[in-house]
């Protein structure tokens, strides 16, 4: 929504050339650069060089491409900033407070207030930019609140006479956890219990009220768009949904092959346990658990609080597009993987530092090699890939080339063809899309208008409407179609 006012500007500022528009892009995404290496320098690193390199390593990643090119990318990119500005908004509202016998109390109401009013515009740009909310709730009490909670849980358990095994202190200590002892945590944890309530209670507000400007329903998408949500088998929407969490992992670690649609074929259906890319799906389940547990048990130093903000950056972005609350409208978006990034490149940072601190001298000048290398590489992708986006007919032909048993860029290529007037080419494109999802209506539709013979034409236009009865240009051309053989028929 606030998109939509960021048009209009852009248009006055620099009337419909779309350079202008290219131009903000790049400028809104050197500041999501600046804000990331800010973030990193005060709360995550505590270290310049290591959130330079954090900053400079996103910036130049070519999962960006589609986002900052792309003139429709602006909502992530915008999303993005306000994410991060809401973010930092919400620390500097809690006191820093580094002693260990009382939580942080909120010092700025309106430091908080502000830090909601940019979730709110964050996600008004993207839904995606909700779940900033999540990570400055989990930030707050992992890490903010983390040395009084674990201070009295040990007092507790000192108190209690408990080993030293922490699996058994802890054990212990909610064993004995009186009801008095759990006021007093409950009285002294008071502030970040309201900071906690009020935001919880702000969230479903402004759920509810989004939910209610869209008239109560989500939005509705067809089979072409997300094929696996539309599978009748649980089985095959659960090991689609798996296997694409570690492609767009693999996106993010190796982005060798990028495509500006990957709709309609590009990326089969896994209905078999036995299918080898359930392997990809389930290492990427177990990195993920032994990272999140290597988190938990290293919080209470520097270590944890960069995996922390790492993986909150990475994983709560990307849930609402996982298909796991609601259906949406793709099946892999790299414009989506704008704002997870971010804790990729956290991530790496962080892991390549620690190798540097575990390895030898030699080591350590092998890994800053490695490191230049990959960012020399992700630059030439980068520009390689922004090449693709200085033209329509470059794009949709770098669509055929990457992907050529996708539909969706044959049908693409082909409303090109059509558009220049090159229609045997176009006709061609048209039937490889429907050869290749055979249940493509609009391509049905097109080839019919390209086709000389009425009968045909007609045959085209009622298979489209077979199946998708509401297609409106169908109904239109067959319509007119028939009209015309009328007319034809009273002469």
């Known amino acids: 929504m606030c998109v939509r006012y960021c048009r209009p500007l852009n248009i006055v500022l620099g009337g419909m050339t779309p350079f202008y528009f290219h131009v903000v892009n790049v400028c809104l995404h050197c500041v999501v650069t600046v804000l990331l290496m800010h973030t990193c320098e005060r709360y995550v690193f505590k270290n310049s060089r290591l959130a330079f390199l954090t900053a400079l390593l996103f910036a130049v990643h070519p999962i960006h491409t589609e986002a900052v090119s792309g003139i429709v990318g602006r909502a992530d990119v915008l999303a993005s900033m306000l994410f991060l500005l809401a973010f930092l908004s919400y620390i500097r509202s809690v006191s820093g407070c580094d002693t260990a016998d009382s939580f942080p109390s909120t010092v700025s109401p309106c430091s908080l207030g502000l830090s909601l009013f940019l979730g709110t515009c964050a996600m008004l740009v993207k839904e995606t930019g909700v779940t900033v909310f999540g990570v400055c709730i989990l930030y707050d009490s992992l890490v903010l609140c983390c040395k ?89 929407r659960f090991l689609t949904y798996c296997y694409l969490l570690a492609f767009n992992a693999w996106l993010l670690l190796a982005p060798i092959v990028l495509c500006y649609d990957w709709q309609v074929g590009s990326i089969p259906l896994v209905e078999s346990l036995w299918d080898a890319r359930n392997i990809a799906a389930l290492v990427l389940a177990l990195g993920m658990l032994a990272l999140c547990l290597h988190c938990v048990t290293s919080l209470h130093r520097m270590e944890g609080r960069e995996l922390l903000v790492g993986i909150l950056f990475l994983v709560f972005p990307f849930i609402p597009a996982t298909n796991l609350f609601f259906r949406v409208g793709f099946v892999v978006a790299e414009r989506v993987l704008y704002m997870p990034s971010m804790g990729y490149c956290i991530l790496v940072v962080h892991g390549v530092n620690r190798l540097c601190a575990l390895v030898g001298r030699w080591g350590a000048a092998a890994l800053t090699v490695s490191m230049l290398l990959l960012l020399l590489l992700f630059s030439w992708k980068t520009v390689q890939q922004n090449e693709i986006w200085l033209s329509r007919e470059a794009l949709f032909r770098s669509g055929i080339q990457t992907l050529p048993h996708n539909a969706k860029v044959h049908y693409n290529y082909a409303n090109f063809l059509k558009d220049r007037g090159q229609n045997e080419q176009a006709i061609h494109h048209y039937k490889t899309a ?17 086709t000389h013979s009425t009968e045909e034409a007609e045959l085209y236009y009622r298979k489209a409407l077979d199946i998708n009865p509401q297609h409106n240009r169908a109904l239109f051309n067959l319509g007119n179609l028939l009209k015309y053989t009328c007319f034809c028929a009273s002469l």
């Open 434 to 450: 429907l050869r290749l999802y055979p249940r493509h209506a609009s391509a049905m539709n097109n080839l019919g208008t390209l």
């Open 148 to 236: 009084p909670f674990l201070s009295y849980v040990y007092a507790v358990c000192v108190f209690c006479k408990s080993p030293n095994c922490l699996i058994s202190l802890f054990q212990r200590c909610f064993r004995h956890l009186s009801r008095s002892k759990l006021k007093e945590l409950i009285r002294i944890a008071r502030p970040f219990i309201k900071r906690a309530c009020v935001v919880s209670v702000y969230v479903l507000l402004i759920l509810s009220a989004r939910l209610w400007l869209m008239g109560g329903s989500m939005p509705l998408f067809s089979e072409q768009d997300n094929p696996a949500s539309f599978s009748p088998f649980l089985l095959t």
